[in-house]
Structure formats: C-alpha cells, structure tokens
C-alpha cells in the first residue's frame, strides 16, 4: 500500500528552521520523484520543491530559493525539506506528493501527475 506521511511541521518563530519528513512506503524512492506543496488559507496551493529520481536534480521556486533545501535519504526511502530563515509568509500546510517526474513550466513547480498524497503537516512562523 502506497502511503507517504509527513511530518516536522510546527509553531517558529520569525528566523527560525523546521525540518520537514516525507516517510514513504510502498514504494521505492528510487523510482519515483517527489515534491513539496504548499497552500495557505484562502491562497491557491504553491510548488515549493522537488527532487528528481532520474538524476537526482532539485527544483525551487523561487521564493524558497537559498532557504529551503530538499534531500533524500534512500536507506530511510525518506524525503527531506529543511526549511530556514522562516517568516511569517511560509505559514501554511506542507504536503509531499509522488510523481514520475517534476514538472516545472516557466520556473513554477507544477503539480502533475502525481498520483499520492501525504496528509500534510501544518507550518506556523510567527513570534
């Protein structure tokens, strides 16, 4: 059964680092890349990041760029979005997805083909 589940979110204050968990199971990392969506309230879900299991590329929007880093850690067939210098507008819930491959048009990270989802976890920054 095909399951991924994050986790690491919580309350930061301004400043601050989070690392987030995507644990996945059923599968193998190995063959599927994954990404790192966000959506806060009232606002349209945003690519944060993907990495490619083809070649291992990583991908970032832009305004995460130079913050926020996606690895992979096979032996765990966990994915990993360590997130620093956080502000205010980095609240909202976290989800990792499972797709083919990362889709990113006109330097957005698009969410395409990906046929799972975590159940997110919830980020806060604020002081």
Not at 37 to 57: I, T, Y
Not at 101 to 123: H, L
Request: proline share 3%.
């Amino acid at each position: 059964q095909v399951q991924l589940v994050e986790s690491g979110g919580g309350l930061v204050q301004p400043g601050g680092s989070l690392r987030l968990s995507c644990v996945a199971s059923g599968f193998s990392l190995d063959h599927y890349s994954i990404g790192w969506f966000r959506q806060a309230p009232g606002k349209e879900r945003e690519g944060v990041s993907c990495l490619a299991n083809s070649d291992g590329s990583t991908y970032y929007a832009d305004s995460v760029k130079g913050r926020f880093t996606i690895s992979r850690d096979n032996a765990k067939n966990t994915v990993y979005l360590q997130m620093n210098s956080l502000s205010p507008v980095d609240t909202a819930v976290y989800s990792c997805g499972r797709a083919r491959w990362c889709t990113v048009r006109n330097g957005i990270i698009r969410p395409t083909a990906y046929d799972y989802w975590g159940q997110g976890t919830q980020v806060t920054v604020s002081s």
